[in-house]
């Protein structure tokens, strides 16, 4: 539609039918034609509301979308189509790896093309809008939601979120592209104590600094809507913010897309203490600019007296409203409701060849060799394999926001190593449940295949693993947490694998026989006194769809493990937060020159993590040398190349991540020991070797000042290369 014949479609409306634009309800209202007063009542709406809402969550699927849209039409006025939106984070019929999997292929490009087969499965099935990406930067592994993210490191999340967001809106052609929403803004991921929903409270120098960049990246690259988070940011819910929402997402960025609450989150400022109720609640959001009310009925119960009373001014509304309409002519539905929704190319799309095979070899890359004591890769012949593990033969691993996936779909391991070698040389036996116990689950025990069965007989079951192993001559363990211990409202404050699994392990170890251990997890792990107990330790997160063939793959060396962490492994959850790039302290370990005890470390722990950011093993090594870089002093205006050889010595291809991080020894306020600047993915044939430049300018060494302004200054630095931000070569330089 012509921007004339929208505003004159915009004029037309009421100021109601403005207002309900701005609602959004979730499908369970449009389900039947004869909606059960049930959600209705309980939302306190009236049936006008969801007669004209302007938007639904989490419904999708062709023929649904077309029958509700169809529906819902032939009852409007105005026809102004109904907006799908969808959780659609890692897939929506083929699940790729989870985010934080996703981040170790350090491969943007990869992960662009990913976003470009979600965003066609889902576009064929209806959706318009995906919640993704969430750029929330993450350092806590106790939170569930780290899954979700693509790690610790600011600028690499930069990368990932602005790939995603371009690979899920393309060209915005109706049967290949839908919007993007990025989410949470902001610094959702800073929850304290990981505790889910807590409160994040942080300098607006760490928040602009390590938080905003990922979120403007998004919107710098075109993503159309953002979603607030629950948190609060200096005191007040982001959902109410207008700081953060006006100031600096619309006025700094000039951001001009649509707002939308998180789930309820209006509503929420009552709880946190910034409202007394719905009517205050809805004056917050509106005035901070929040477009779309999900899922209360704050916006739609409140909006009008509120203007007849002279509280808010009616122009708020309009430029929301406004704000909906733009975006719905942008997907183009007025011309075609039903847009890209076809049941006949679902048929052709969802989980098609092609998108399989990608699934294959990102979760593949995705993968982290984290210990190797000569046991990996095993070979496919003359060896009797033991596969022993709740998670052997598991559909689960496509993890908790993989909610319009079917397990149905997923390749277990099991049957991936089976398709590998021979049947004689190959045994299964599960060995012991995922959990003791399942009550955590609650009502979400019976939705989610979580891999629990209701006749366990653990006796049993250890008996048939432990003749299982004895037969073999190598085992695989493949353990980890419950898919419903991660993801949302999934925090822990225990991050190791569960007990029971770590009963298993330890009668297995008893036979003597080689062990690889096979992690699946949404987070971080503790592993600190699993090590010394396997020869090897693959890092599997949940790995979608086709996790088990790339699993199949990795273990007999079809494919050589490239993956490299973007989340730090804490030696213990008590030493949580802990990442890379951490500030030197008054009182460093490695050169304070206080006595031993008055440094700044723990009594009972190191403070280095067990695996460091960029951290990941390979089936060949490398060797780093000849770190160079073209200038002691490099001036403003000019650029630095920084070169490193690298060698693969080993017999085996590889692909090695080579890694740039800078230091800046002093400045206006403290810099971090080392910031990622840079990284570069070379594969080397056995025994080649192939030089590396990366180039430094002004722009790496900027940060906001003791004055928050985004500059850089003058001062000595350090180059550091090389395969993990704990392993590099390193050489000085001066900026002037
Ligand atoms: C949830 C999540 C958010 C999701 C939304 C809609 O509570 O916080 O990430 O997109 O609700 O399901």
Same mark, same amino acid.
């Given at each position: ?10 004029? $037309? ?45 989490? +419904? ?54 990913? @976003?470009?087969?979600?965003?066609? *499965? ?58 993007? @929403? ?10 304290? !104590? ?37 948190? #609060?940011?200096?005191?007040?819910? !982001? ?39 719905? &009517? ?26 509120? #203007? ?14 406004? &704000? ?31 998108? #399989? ?69 190959? @045994? ?30 653990? *006796? ?8 299982? !192993?004895? *037969? ?22 225990? +991050? ?26 949404? &987070? ?13 330790? +693959? ?20 494919? /050589? ?22 500030? /030197? ?19 009972? @722990? ?38 490193? $050889? ?5 017999? #085996? ?14 400045? $206006?306020?403290? &810099? ?26 002004? *722009? ?25 931000? /704990? ?10």
């Amino acid at each position: 539609m012509k921007e004339e014949q929208l505003n004159e479609l915009f004029y $037309s409306l009421t100021l109601e039918e403005k207002i309900y634009q701005l609602v959004q309800l979730s499908g369970d209202f449009y389900k039947t034609a004869a909606v059960a007063v049930g959600p209705k009542g309980k939302l306190g709406i009236s049936q006008e509301v969801v007669d004209n809402a302007g938007s639904i969550l989490n +419904i999708i699927g062709a023929e649904q979308i077309i029958k509700i849209q169809k529906n819902y039409l032939e009852n409007s006025r105005h026809k102004i189509p109904l907006l799908f939106m969808a959780d659609i984070i890692y897939g929506y019929k083929t699940i790729f790896p989870i985010p934080l999997a996703l981040g170790c292929t350090w491969n943007p490009d990869l992960i662009r093309e990913c @976003c470009i087969k979600i965003a066609e *499965e889902s576009a064929v099935s209806g959706a318009h809008v995906t919640f993704a990406p969430m750029a929330d930067l993450v350092r806590d592994p106790r939170w569930g939601r780290v899954m979700e993210s693509t790690g610790e490191d600011t600028y690499l999340n930069t990368l990932f979120t602005s790939a995603m967001v371009k690979g899920f809106q393309g060209d915005f052609t109706a049967d290949k592209s839908i919007a993007s @929403c990025v989410k949470h803004f902001a610094a959702y991921g800073a929850s304290e !104590a990981g505790r889910e929903y807590n409160t994040v409270d942080m300098s607006e120098r760490r928040l602009r600094q390590d938080y905003l960049p990922s979120y403007k990246t998004a919107v710098d690259s075109g993503c159309e809507m953002v979603m607030t988070s629950f948190n #609060i940011v200096d005191g007040i819910p !982001a959902t109410g913010n207008k700081w953060l929402m006006k100031d600096v997402l619309r006025d700094e960025w000039g951001f001009e897309g649509v707002i939308i609450t998180d789930y309820a989150a209006i509503q929420e400022l009552i709880a946190h203490g910034v409202a007394s109720n719905d &009517r205050e609640a809805t004056k917050l959001s509106i005035e901070a600019g929040v477009d779309i009310d999900m899922k209360t009925s704050c916006y739609s119960n409140n909006l009008r007296q509120l #203007i007849d009373d002279g509280e808010i001014k009616k122009e708020l509304i309009d430029e929301s409203c406004l &704000r909906v309409l733009k975006l719905k002519n942008k997907l183009g539905l007025f011309e075609n409701p039903y847009r890209g929704a076809s049941i006949e190319k679902e048929k052709e799309v969802l989980c098609c060849a092609e998108n #399989i095979k990608l699934a294959r070899k990102v979760s593949a890359e995705s993968l982290v060799l984290l210990q190797n004591n000569n046991v990996l890769p095993i070979s496919k012949k003359n060896k009797k394999i033991a596969l022993i593990g709740p998670y052997g033969d598991n559909t689960s691993i496509i993890g908790l926001w993989a909610i319009h996936g079917d397990q149905s779909d997923v390749t277990t391991l099991k049957d991936a190593i089976a398709e590998k070698i021979d049947a004689n040389n190959f @045994c299964y036996a599960k060995g012991c449940e995922l959990l003791e116990d399942y009550t955590f689950l609650g009502d979400f025990g019976k939705m989610v295949n979580g891999g629990e069965t209701s006749d366990t007989n653990p *006796e049993q079951d250890l008996e048939e693993a432990i003749s299982v !192993a004895m *037969e073999s001559d190598v085992v695989i363990l493949a353990l980890g947490e419950h898919m419903m211990q991660s993801g949302e409202a999934g925090s822990r404050t225990n +991050i190791t694998i569960p007990k029971i699994q770590l009963d298993l392990l330890d009668k297995i170890r008893e036979l003597g026989k080689k062990i690889v251990l096979v992690i699946f997890s949404g &987070r971080p792990l503790v592993l600190t006194n699993v090590l010394d107990k396997v020869d090897g330790i +693959i890092q599997a997160w949940f790995p979608g769809t086709e996790g088990g063939h790339a699993l199949a793959d990795v273990l007999f060396g079809d494919v /050589n493990p490239s993956g490299r962490l973007t989340m730090s492994f804490p030696y213990s959850v008590g030493q949580v937060p802990v990442y890379y790039n951490e500030f /030197n302290t008054g009182r460093p370990v490695k050169t304070s020159t206080h006595s031993e005890r008055f440094m700044s470390k723990f009594l009972d @722990c190191p403070n280095d993590p067990l695996f460091s950011f960029g951290y990941g093993l390979s089936y060949t090594t490398y060797e780093y040398s000849d770190l160079v870089v073209s200038k002691d002093i490099l001036k403003v205006g000019e650029i630095m190349e920084a070169k490193v $050889s690298i060698t693969n010595k080993g017999k #085996i291809k590889g692909t090695e991540t080579v890694q740039l991080y800078i230091r800046d020894f002093v400045g $206006s306020v403290v &810099r971090p020991v080392k910031e990622l600047k840079g990284f570069k993915k070379v594969t080397l044939a056995p025994g080649q070797s192939k030089q590396v430049v990366f180039y430094i300018g002004e *722009e790496q060494l900027m940060f906001f000042t003791k004055n928050l302004e985004y500059k850089s200054e003058k001062g000595e630095f350090m180059v550091f290369i090389g395969g993990n931000s /704990n392993n590099t070569l390193e050489m000085k330089f001066t900026f002037i």
